[in-house]
């Protein structure tokens, strides 16, 4: 077993080494404490309402071990839980791509079998069996890659022919921006609109992760960017856009770069920032949806402790307005006693931070068909031991362990199932395949 000492080593490293844009426990963070915020800090784009939706071959990991998960689940199922439980054994990995340069996001448009690799430094590639990775989209001349900054994410647009990436620019403020996609599947550098800019007081805890959601509105995720200990307050903060997931329709309206759906939660409170779908994060690195369910799943970086997957069900509002709790908690822990979460959405999972774990790799729900036993089931991973887990949200279930990789980046789903892992450090993408 790799020692603590090495794993806070990695942890700690720079943003060239070990430390991807996951990696943002305390070990390796600011600890200074700065002023709270008291009004709204974040420099975007301000949104007029809209009710029109936007157009709408690696070794085999080791075998399994289980593991009671830390918490029990809180929210019931909405469909019957998998008769299956997967199994390390039966299942292996294979590279379909090799050779990358700190891999952090893999992404596919509408019929298109090619997947789009996100490399950290600010290359966007599409990459084709057999043949040479393809540059769609270079953009390391206009981002920071200071600390855990770079580019961080990408996805397309569900019906046209647009991309969005998000990055911190020469600035380091988080930003969106939309990219014309061209019929060779390059993105047109000279169509770039900038939708969203963050400014950021710390290089650290950024989010970075885009997903167009079943409602066709475009999903934005933002970390606290309060350096460590939720600093700035802003995680429960709705006046601000930090530690939050956002919810806009990327179509400009009224002046405005984008326009704010009529139903997000918080359209009509004093105060608050329309943009905001729910709120009480500290950095949720990754998040997906269930394509099957709709349900999102977010995986949330923890502070000292602990390490948290959180879940909204689409039957019960998919998140909307939803309050999960950091920084008056940590996982299930109280942590700033001067922050209070009503009525917050307990994790459906957390655990601590162990030897060789602290920093979770959010994934995706399992709803290929060539691993039975795994459909269903959520996949994440650490991203500092590499370990991997799968587990259903049902009260007690067991989390199984489903082998290691290198420091995992992502954990993605395919257009048609296939689960894709990225190793960050190695420069891999592999699939999770039968063995």
């Known amino acids: 077993m790799r020692h603590r000492s090495l794993l806070r080593t990695l942890a700690a490293l720079s943003?060239?080494?070990?430390?991807?844009?996951?990696?943002?426990?305390?070990?390796?963070?600011?600890?200074?404490?700065?002023?709270?915020?008291?009004t709204a800090a974040p420099t975007t784009a301000h949104a007029a309402s809209s009710t029109t939706a936007a157009s709408t071959t690696a070794p085999a990991p080791a075998p399994s071990t289980t593991a009671q998960s830390t918490t029990t689940s809180t929210v019931a199922p909405t469909t019957t839980a998998?008769?299956?439980?997967?199994?390390?054994?039966?299942?292996?990995?294979?590279?379909?791509a090799s050779g990358l340069r700190q891999p952090l996001d893999l992404a596919w448009r509408a019929d298109d079998p090619v997947p789009?690799?996100?490399?950290?430094?600010?290359?966007?590639?599409?990459?084709?069996?057999?043949?040479?990775?393809e540059v769609a989209l270079d953009l390391r001349n206009e981002i920071s890659l200071k600390d855990v900054q770079g580019l961080l994410g990408l996805t397309f647009h569900p019906t046209a022919p647009l991309a969005y990436v998000d990055y911190n620019d020469v600035a380091g403020s988080v930003t969106v921006a939309e990219y014309a996609v061209r019929d060779d599947g390059t993105l047109d550098a000279a169509s770039k609109r900038v939708l969203l800019s963050i400014a950021q007081q710390f290089p650290n805890h950024n989010g970075g992760q885009l997903a167009f959601g079943p409602d066709g509105y475009l999903y934005v995720s933002v970390g606290d960017g309060s350096g460590g200990r939720d600093g700035l307050r802003t995680a429960q903060n709705l006046g601000d856009l930090h530690g939050k997931i956002l919810r806009?329709?990327?179509?400009?309206?009224?002046?405005?770069?984008?326009?704010?759906p009529a139903d997000n939660p918080f359209v009509a409170t004093a105060g608050a920032r329309p943009e905001i779908w729910a709120y009480g994060l500290r950095n949720p690195w990754r998040f997906s949806f269930d394509p099957a369910t709709g349900d999102l799943w977010i995986g949330d970086v923890g502070e000292n402790r602990f390490e948290e997957v959180n879940l909204a069900r689409a039957a019960d509002g998919g998140g909307r307005g939803a309050n999960f709790g950091w920084s008056a908690f940590e996982g299930t822990r109280p942590y700033n006693t001067d922050q209070s979460a009503p009525g917050h959405v307990p994790?459906?999972?957390?655990?601590?931070?162990?030897?060789?774990?602290?920093?979770?790799?959010?994934?995706?729900?399992?709803?290929?068909?060539?691993?039975?036993?795994?459909?269903?089931?959520?996949?994440?991973?650490?991203?500092?031991?590499?370990?991997?887990w799968a587990f259903v949200a049902t009260p007690g279930a067991a989390v199984v362990r489903l082998g290691s990789r290198g420091l995992v980046s992502a954990l993605v789903s395919g257009p048609d199932g296939t689960m894709y892992v990225l190793e960050y450090s190695a420069g891999r993408v592999l699939a999770i395949v039968p063995r």
């Not at 998998?82 to 379909?96: M, Q, S």
């Not at 600010?122 to 069996?129: A, E, F, P």
């Open 15 to 38: 943003a060239v080494s070990a430390l991807a844009a996951v990696s943002s426990c305390a070990d390796g963070e600011t600890t200074t404490q700065p002023t709270p915020a008291t």
């Open 82 to 96: 998998p008769t299956l439980t997967p199994n390390a054994r039966d299942i292996t990995v294979v590279a379909i």
């Open 116 to 133: 789009y690799v996100v490399q950290r430094e600010g290359l966007v590639l599409r990459i084709r069996n057999g043949g040479p990775a």
């Open 248 to 260: 806009i329709d990327p179509t400009p309206g009224d002046g405005a770069s984008y326009t704010v």
């Open 347 to 388: 994790p459906v999972h957390a655990y601590t931070h162990g030897d060789d774990d602290c920093s979770i790799t959010g994934g995706a729900v399992y709803r290929g068909n060539s691993i039975p036993s795994l459909y269903g089931w959520y996949v994440f991973a650490d991203y500092c031991s590499g370990d991997m």
